[in-house]
């Protein structure tokens, strides 16, 4: 600095932080990291003698963890259902009620979730939605005038065809006999009866949340993508994707309606094409739904700083997931940081996603038991360290 050069001003006005992190599925739930991120830069923050503002909004993606973050923006509490799980055995599950009482989120994985038949041998071709409708009818029996339906983390590739059977409808094989639940049958489907369709299904407004852009069939499909995660073998998938495109056949022949290339119809083992065919529904990505849900467009445009994360980052987080859709709702001038339990991306990744950095919660050599057991403390130490480096 030459003796006539002056320092740089000191900021004025506060810098003006969004924080908008997903859960760090099971360590930390989306409020949780939410806290702990605000508190921890708060804290770096006051270090260095910054004023900031924060803004801490927990977030999700259409998938696990959806129903826990509306629920707490809302502050409301979920409301217990007795249903079945994925292979028809009784399980307590969940949905969420928004304050006025006129939107229920409900989620897939709540009654047709993996983690809920972890115990068991996985059984792709007979896993089933059925247990949702229990759900859904929770919800139209609470009188809501729309229902938010989150995809991601299921059991089935069944199409849907369980969950619109629990509502009343008949999926029939040639000989006029109802075929039994899974996507395995569903070669033999002849034809659907809707005669008994909870009417009051149709008066409500579907809003379908999902994290993927897949569509129905093919290599790109639910059975061929998310199938083997399911525990479905080559030739178990190969029957399950034939028996999706005959229910697509089944369903366009009756209704009209060609939803099979719709991206994102392939996600949860393709739940929403059965609902899709008969009722109005809007299949929105699950980032969005939940942005305009809470708002978070206008906190996100306004912030000069987001702070985000999530348990794993990533070449799946740039498709669709939270860090996704915070990059793209951000405004123009904001720098993004990510916080995450690991950093999978490699720099060349990181720079082309627009992401500033990416600090991962490690402290060291751990396991992912020892890093779930102190994810808000280390998400905390995290933020404090983003906020010393970052407000210098």
Not at 52 to 78: K, M, N, R, S
Not at 105 to 111: G, H, M, N, P, T
Request: proline share 5%; with cysteine.
């Amino acid at each position: 600095m030459t003796p006539t050069q002056k320092p740089a001003p000191a900021a004025t006005r506060p810098l003006n932080v969004a924080i908008v992190p997903d859960s760090f599925k099971g360590s930390a739930r989306a409020s949780e990291v939410a806290s702990a991120l605000a508190g921890g830069f708060a804290k770096g923050a006051a270090s260095r003698k910054r004023d900031v503002e924060i803004t801490a909004v927990p977030f999700a993606d259409g998938g696990e963890g959806t129903l826990e973050a509306l629920i707490d923006a809302w502050g409301t509490e979920a409301i217990s259902v007795q249903t079945t799980d994925a292979l028809g055995r009784p399980v307590a599950s969940r949905l969420g009620l928004s304050a006025d009482g006129k939107i229920a989120v409900v989620e897939a994985a709540e009654a047709a979730g993996l983690p809920q038949v972890s115990d068991v041998e996985r059984r792709p071709l007979e896993a089933t939605t059925y247990g949702l409708g229990a759900l859904v009818s929770r919800a139209l029996e609470l009188g809501v005038s729309q229902i938010i339906l989150c995809l991601g983390g299921s059991a089935t590739t069944d199409g849907g065809t369980g969950l619109l059977a629990a509502l009343g409808a008949s999926f029939l094989d040639a000989d006029g006999a109802k075929l039994p639940a899974g996507g395995g049958v569903l070669q033999n489907l002849a034809s659907i009866d809707v005669s008994g369709l909870d009417p009051r299904a149709a008066n409500v407004q579907w809003q379908i949340a999902c994290d993927v852009t897949n569509p129905l069939l093919g290599a790109k499909g639910a059975a061929a993508v998310f199938g083997p995660q399911k525990g479905a073998s080559q030739e178990q998938v190969q029957l399950l994707d034939a028996g999706l495109a005959r229910l697509a056949d089944v369903l366009e022949a009756d209704t009209g309606r060609k939803l099979r290339e719709q991206p994102g119809m392939g996600a949860a083992g393709g739940l929403a094409i059965s609902l899709g065919s008969y009722f109005q529904v809007d299949l929105v990505p699950g980032w969005d739904l939940v942005a305009k849900v809470l708002g978070a467009h206008g906190i996100l445009e306004g912030a000069d700083l987001v702070l985000t994360g999530e348990g794993r980052l990533d070449s799946q987080s740039l498709d669709g997931k939270v860090v996704s859709g915070v990059l793209q709702a951000a405004g123009e001038n904001a720098e993004v940081i990510v916080v995450a339990g690991s950093v999978d991306l490699t720099d060349e990744q990181l720079e082309e996603s627009g992401i500033l950095a990416a600090y991962s919660i490690a402290p060291g050599p751990a396991t992912l038991a020892e890093l779930s057991a102190q994810t808000p403390s280390l998400v905390e130490r995290t933020a404090f360290s983003v906020a010393r480096t970052y407000l210098r």
